[in-house]
């Protein structure tokens, strides 16, 4: 590709697909380089919530509501990727489509870049949509299979365009698409076939150029390899990274896998039934985490190790519904903790703040200082042997920007794992109210 801005040639805004400087500031002037710490807030979401009336009856009367985010507030600084897990049904989705309004909220309020979104209307609104795009999960659902590659990814520039971009003229809008092909590893003569004649992994490169073809600040990243093979997730993943680095973007990455949450986030929000109860930096909620449900997840996690043996943590019961959640804290019903106290009262009728326990590592959990690294260390092994202090102690370091690496030479669960840490000391007393599992050996 020349070493000219084609995206000022097309009559774009912002930086070129390849061959510029990733710090170069755009013909907007709205791009900054990304820092590590002490990164303006680009989207601020304050007491979010998304419920979806149930209608019964003759009438199709409202006769109860399903909680699919409930009050959520976090802050997501600009170049971070936060990354969100949880089980499938939390509302991870339903968040990531709600910040950017692809479904209408109940409540709460989004500030991007200093805008209310949630207020915006009109030739207004459509302006804020260049600068939030989302990938979605599915790369086969995703794209039209009536519409060529050229059509899908110029179809939001026809949408998008006036006068300052040229982007109607089909010549400019067709140079830019090729750009943005080849910048996410196809080639330009692929945007007039149909997306039957390539491969998963293709589709979803299709996709993730059609998000930046608009060239956004702000991409939703609807768990975009969960549908993927395992070599090839580890491919989008380090494209990923490397166009963070490219374009400055911001991610919220939505993802169930916890090895990928960990090599791509910068920090990690834990969801569960709607609310989010556990934030914090990626290294420390790896290494420390505080509420009940993260230390089950990341005892879930297979080590490949086959000299560390652990007990992994079953829950009890079944995930309660959304449309009549359970009073006071949501997990209390299957919480592990609970149980090994003694089942206090206060977590049935009291719903937990979600409260900082030091270091800018928020918990919402009434019982978050009973657990220690050493409780942790029963079923998270490979969290005993990581440095670094606790929630107690000093702050976490401030995130840092992974570096991409070639594509295909690092797969996303050999970069996450890291060294084997040593085997932790058996646990003779089992939690009442969980099922404890020996783990086997060996990876999964």
Not at 151 to 173: P, T, Y
Not at 376 to 382: G, H, S
Not at 388 to 402: C, V
Request: with cysteine; charged share 20%; proline share 8%.
């Amino acid at each position: 590709m020349s070493s000219a801005d084609p995206t000022r040639a097309a009559g774009g805004i912002g930086a070129a697909p390849a061959g510029i400087d990733r710090n170069l500031v755009g013909a907007s002037g709205r791009r900054s380089a990304q820092g590590e710490g002490g990164a303006p807030v680009l989207v601020d979401i304050r007491n979010v919530k998304k419920y979806f009336p149930i209608q019964g009856g003759l009438l199709r009367r409202t006769i109860g509501q399903v909680q699919a985010v409930d009050d959520v507030s976090l802050q997501i600084h600009r170049g971070e990727t936060l990354g969100l897990v949880g089980e499938s049904g939390c509302g991870k989705t339903t968040l990531g489509r709600t910040v950017i309004r692809l479904v209408p909220p109940t409540a709460g309020a989004v500030t991007f870049n200093g805008e209310d979104v949630f207020k915006l209307r009109g030739r207004q609104l459509k302006r804020m949509r260049r600068r939030m795009q989302i990938i979605f999960q599915d790369p086969v659902a995703s794209l039209n299979p009536r519409m060529p590659v050229s059509d899908i990814i110029g179809e939001g520039l026809l949408a998008q365009a006036d006068q300052e971009n040229s982007w109607g003229k089909r010549s400019v809008r067709d140079k830019r698409i090729g750009d943005y092909l080849e910048a996410v590893g196809l080639r330009r003569d692929y945007s007039r076939r149909y997306p039957h004649e390539f491969s998963g992994g293709q589709r979803q490169r299709i996709g993730i150029a059609r998000a930046l073809a608009l060239d956004p600040e702000f991409i939703v990243c609807d768990e975009p390899v969960s549908a993927l093979d395992v070599s090839i997730q580890s491919q989008i993943l380090n494209l990923l990274v490397d166009l963070r680095e490219r374009f400055n973007l911001t991610y919220l990455f939505v993802a169930h896998n916890l090895s990928v949450i960990e090599y791509i986030s910068d920090r990690v929000g834990v969801m569960y039934l709607g609310k989010l109860v556990e934030l914090a930096d990626v290294k420390e909620l790896y290494a420390h985490p505080r509420h009940p449900y993260t230390i089950a997840l990341l005892s879930a996690v297979p080590n490949p190790d086959p000299r560390i043996r652990k007990k992994r943590l079953v829950l009890a019961g079944d995930v309660p519904s959304p449309a009549n959640p359970p009073s006071g804290c949501r997990f209390h019903t299957r919480c592990w903790l609970r149980e090994r106290l003694g089942n206090p009262e206060n977590c049935v009728t009291d719903d937990p703040s979600f409260r900082d326990i030091g270091g800018g590592h928020r918990v919402a959990c009434h019982w978050a200082e009973e657990i220690t690294d050493a409780t942790v260390a029963e079923f998270v092994p490979r969290a005993a042997g990581r440095a670094g202090p606790g929630p107690a102690g000093p702050g976490p370091a401030a995130p840092t920007t992974p570096t991409a690496p070639a594509a295909g030479t690092r797969s996303a669960q050999a970069g996450s794992l890291g060294q084997a840490p040593p085997p932790a000391a058996p646990v003779t007393a089992p939690i009442s109210g969980a099922i404890t599992q020996p783990g086997q050996s060996g990876s999964a």
